[in-house]
């Protein structure tokens, strides 16, 4: 039990600045009090995470949601809360000018325009000390015939040649896939197929991001994470959760048992060794519970699969395996699963001098009540802003 508390201990989760403003479905964006209106309150709400948790000291940024003038200051002010600056995320999805695509777009002048933005994204990693750059691109097209598929995967490996020769050599960037949404007829990094053949040609500054929520009802996200880790192709996650599509929820919410296997596989192939340089992101948007909160719990969430794949007994499951005891390999794996380790994690975060609870503590600290009363006036953040 030592040896898994330890292994806990250095676990470090990332939040999402995004997902501390108003969020929603595409059809509705719910405003709550208190939230933040620039990126400085956005990071004093993720501190907040961090200090009830004890595991989350990165913040993603992304640009322009989180554009200021002064990097520099940002990263400082994040350093006096007691986190630091994470991935830096690209947005080329939201310009009217990116309507048939950025990156793999018909023409050269938005080509360039989407380019341009990706290596200003590099020089933000450089103000701030990141060393992640995470790249998604809703780019596709809608219609067959619209344009040709195999040009447009062209225009993407040049783009993607370009920023990876931008980065500096402790820096890398991770390649994340949709499998549809916004472009339904296809869509030009759909699969974790398509992102590890681009990042396979690149070389080891590129990785694969595995977003929990980009897949079909029923794929095996295990098999591809053992996939990549295998090839040492996986970079990051970007946990949440999802019911039909890209639902965006908290993470364990839909199907904590699939969150399990997942970190098995982590677990059992290295890639939570504190060397592999895999990271661990939260991607979610609280569309009608509270903010921080919902970070907390995802959090925690991520902790309790994390112990639980932890548990599992190595020796006694490879030993089952050889022996083609398919029931017996299955009951080490439940028997690991349906372990309740809250009481262990309570006694852990004890240890490290926090509350047992941290939803609670939370609570009980009017952190909520005070930036409600303080945060009166001006833009909130969200969605484009």
Same mark, same amino acid.
């Given at each position: 039990?030592?040896?898994?508390?330890?292994?806990?201990?250095?676990?470090?989760?990332?939040?999402?600045?995004?997902?501390?403003?108003?969020?929603?479905?595409?059809?509705?964006?719910?405003?709550?009090?208190?939230?933040?209106?620039?990126?400085?309150?956005?990071?004093?709400?993720?501190?907040?995470?961090?200090?009830?948790?004890?595991?989350?000291?990165?913040?993603?940024?992304?640009?322009?949601?989180?554009?200021?003038?002064?990097?520099?200051?940002?990263?400082?002010?994040?350093?006096?809360?007691?986190?630091?600056?994470?991935?830096?995320?690209?947005?080329?999805?939201?310009?009217?000018?990116?309507?048939?695509?950025?990156?793999?777009?018909?023409?050269?002048?938005?080509?360039?325009?989407?380019?341009?933005?990706?290596?200003?994204?590099?020089?933000?990693?450089?103000?701030?000390?990141?060393?992640?750059?995470?790249?998604?691109?809703?780019?596709?097209?809608?219609?067959?015939?619209?344009?040709?598929?195999?040009?447009?995967?062209?225009?993407?490996?040049?783009?993607?040649?370009?920023?990876?020769?931008?980065?500096?050599?402790?820096?890398? #960037?991770? @390649?994340?896939?949709?499998?549809? $949404?916004?472009?339904?007829?296809?869509?030009?990094? =759909? /699969?974790? %197929?398509? !992102?590890?053949?681009?990042?396979?040609?690149?070389?080891?500054?590129?990785?694969?991001?595995?977003?929990?929520?980009?897949?079909?009802?029923?794929?095996?996200?295990?098999?591809?994470?053992?996939?990549?880790?295998?090839?040492?192709?996986?970079?990051?996650?970007?946990?949440?959760?999802?019911?039909?599509?890209?639902?965006?929820?908290?993470?364990?919410?839909?199907?904590? #048992?699939? @969150?399990?296997?997942?970190?098995? $596989?982590?677990?059992?192939?290295?890639?939570?060794? =504190? /060397?592999? %340089?895999? !990271?661990?992101?939260?991607?979610?948007?609280?569309?009608?519970?509270?903010?921080?909160?919902?970070?907390?719990?995802?959090?925690?969430?991520?902790?309790?699969?994390?112990?639980?794949?932890?548990?599992?007994?190595?020796?006694?499951?490879?030993?089952?395996?050889?022996?083609?005891?398919?029931?017996?390999?299955?009951?080490?794996?439940?028997?690991?699963?349906?372990?309740?380790?809250?009481?262990?994690?309570?006694?852990?975060?004890?240890?490290?001098?926090?509350?047992?609870? =941290?939803?609670?503590?939370? !609570?009980?600290?009017?952190?909520?009540?005070?930036?409600?009363?303080?945060?009166?006036?001006?833009?909130?953040?969200?969605?484009?802003?």
């Amino acid at each position: 039990m030592n040896d898994i508390k330890a292994a806990l201990r250095r676990q470090s989760i990332e939040t999402p600045s995004w997902a501390y403003g108003n969020s929603g479905t595409r059809f509705k964006v719910f405003a709550q009090e208190g939230v933040p209106r620039d990126p400085y309150e956005k990071l004093a709400d993720a501190a907040q995470v961090h200090a009830f948790t004890g595991t989350a000291p990165r913040v993603s940024l992304h640009i322009p949601w989180d554009k200021v003038d002064d990097y520099g200051d940002l990263a400082r002010h994040a350093t006096d809360l007691g986190v630091r600056i994470g991935a830096i995320n690209a947005n080329v999805f939201q310009d009217d000018d990116y309507r048939l695509g950025s990156v793999t777009n018909p023409d050269p002048a938005v080509r360039r325009k989407a380019l341009d933005h990706l290596l200003e994204c590099v020089d933000i990693m450089d103000h701030t000390g990141s060393d992640t750059l995470k790249l998604w691109f809703s780019d596709g097209t809608n219609y067959p015939g619209q344009d040709d598929i195999r040009a447009r995967q062209d225009r993407l490996a040049e783009a993607l040649s370009a920023v990876y020769d931008r980065l500096g050599g402790d820096q890398s #960037f991770l @390649l994340e896939y949709k499998f549809f $949404e916004p472009a339904f007829y296809t869509t030009d990094v =759909p /699969d974790w %197929g398509t !992102a590890y053949a681009h990042c396979l040609r690149l070389g080891p500054k590129a990785q694969v991001v595995v977003d929990t929520g980009h897949h079909a009802p029923g794929t095996n996200i295990e098999f591809i994470v053992a996939f990549l880790l295998r090839e040492g192709k996986l970079g990051a996650f970007d946990f949440n959760s999802r019911f039909y599509a890209d639902d965006d929820l908290m993470v364990g919410a839909a199907d904590p #048992f699939q @969150l399990f296997r997942i970190m098995y $596989e982590v677990v059992r192939g290295g890639g939570y060794d =504190p /060397d592999s %340089g895999v !990271a661990f992101m939260l991607d979610q948007c609280h569309n009608i519970e509270p903010k921080i909160p919902g970070q907390i719990r995802s959090v925690m969430n991520v902790q309790e699969a994390t112990a639980k794949a932890l548990l599992v007994d190595g020796d006694a499951l490879a030993a089952a395996q050889a022996a083609g005891d398919v029931l017996g390999a299955n009951a080490v794996l439940m028997d690991a699963y349906n372990t309740d380790v809250r009481p262990m994690l309570a006694e852990l975060r004890e240890e490290q001098g926090l509350a047992r609870d =941290p939803m609670a503590a939370y !609570a009980r600290s009017g952190y909520a009540e005070k930036i409600r009363a303080e945060r009166v006036g001006g833009r909130q953040a969200g969605w484009g802003a």
